[in-house]
């Protein structure tokens, strides 16, 4: 029995050491594919395809992210620019850890990647406040009231609102019911505000598929900003001072239904928001379902829509637009004035100011 024990525990050692010699060969086999691949030599259109940003976009992206990220100290660590990459290869696919990791330029392992995806998302939201940005002078406002009057024909918009569901993975947690959306899968209740040329201007991430779409508006930022501006002088208008909803069932040719018609054109801007979103970047569809704690999951959004707002102000076009549940069902209302009673749609902010 002693006999049998001990070589038990060499074949148990032999085998450690095997497993050990085989990731080292694995490590350095990736290290030496990474130093002898340029992920930058490809084709302008393949290099678009893998990571949805142009060349340029991506090397202005890399040195802004740069600073945010933890300092490399080993020679072997993989580079800034490859963490980036990878992480974008990511966001644009959708697909598992471990098969972006194999892809034919990042060659890394499925835990180097999710290190790297990790370093890359909390870089990208460090600097959100560069690239999403709520209107809030005077020039800028005017800018998009005038373009979405042109496309739209309804005057003194400054956003198209409405939320849209991120699927996650159940996360282990007590409280996890909160995720379960009307559609019955765990989500995420995103609330997006855009410009008429479907550039993020808002975004909160923060909330379960469960949370009413009213709590989530009314715990947003923009609601408490848009509240004090009204308080300090405007007039008070339908529902909400600086809230606009469509008017239901009214007869053509009515100045309701007229009303009703501008106010749908203009508010199809954030479908298309949305539809471009999760075109570019398929991490966010619900078939794929992001893989991680709802907090982490969040940050994956607030990133998305960095980059989403990055491709468009680089005009990048987009190949693929993903036609999502909100785009193919009705407005399904809700409250927005809880405290009312009254039920409605929110879909786009109409604020004024005055001299």
Same mark, same amino acid.
């Given at each position: 029995?002693?006999?049998?024990? &001990?070589?038990?525990?060499? #074949? ?12 080292? !060969? ?5 290290? #030496?594919?990474?130093d002898a691949l340029d992920p930058f030599s490809v084709s302008d259109s393949q290099f678009r395809k893998l990571y949805r940003l142009t060349k340029d976009a991506s090397r ?25 990459? &990878?992480? #974008? ?33 909390? &870089?990208?939201?460090? !600097? ?29 918009? !400054? ?11 159940p996360p282990e947690i007590e409280r996890e019911h909160l995720f379960i959306n009307r559609k019955l899968y765990h989500s995420l209740n995103v609330l997006v505000i855009c ?11 923060? %909330? ?12 947003? +930022? ?5 509240e004090q501006r009204h308080r300090e002088g405007d007039s008070a208008y339908p529902l909400l001072p600086f809230l606009l909803t469509p008017k239901l069932n009214q007869v ?29 970047? +398929? ?7 992001? %893989? ?30 993903? #036609?999502?549940? !909100? ?19 929110? +879909? ?8």
């Open positions: 029995m002693e006999i049998f024990m &001990a070589a038990a525990l060499i #074949l148990e050692e032999e085998d450690d050491e095997e497993t050990f010699e085989r990731n080292q !060969i694995m490590r350095v086999t990736r290290m #030496l594919l990474r202005m992206l890399i040195a802004q992210l740069v600073p945010f990220m933890p300092q490399i100290s080993r020679k072997t660590a993989i580079s800034h620019e490859l963490q980036i990459l &990878a992480s #974008l290869n990511f966001f644009a696919s959708g697909s598992y850890q471990r098969r972006t990791g194999q892809d034919f330029f990042t060659c890394m392992s499925q835990t180097s990647l999710s290190r790297s995806l990790h370093a890359t998302v909390n &870089a990208l939201n460090c !600097i959100i406040d560069d690239w999403i940005c709520f209107p809030v002078t005077a020039d800028r406002i005017q800018r998009i009231k005038q373009e979405f009057f042109r496309n739209g024909g309804f005057p003194g918009v !400054i956003g198209a609102i409405d939320e849209t569901h991120v699927a996650i993975f410009d008429s040329n479907c550039e993020i201007l808002a975004v909160n991430s923060a %909330h379960g598929g469960r949370t009413h779409d009213a709590r989530v508006l009314r715990s947003s +930022r923009v609601f408490t900003h848009l053509e040719g009515t100045p309701g239904a007229r009303y009703t018609d501008h106010h749908v054109r203009t508010r199809v801007t954030i479908e298309r928001c949305f539809g471009i979103l999760k075109g570019r970047w +398929r991490c966010l569809r619900k078939e794929r379902a992001l %893989h991680y704690s709802p907090q982490f999951a969040a940050l994956i959004v607030n990133a998305c829509c960095i980059l989403h707002n990055m491709a468009i102000r680089w005009r990048i076009p987009n190949d693929e637009r993903y #036609l999502d549940e !909100i785009d193919i069902e009705p407005p399904i209302p809700y409250n927005i004035a809880e405290e009312t009673g009254e039920q409605t749609q929110t +879909r786009v902010i109409q604020w004024y100011f005055t001299n």
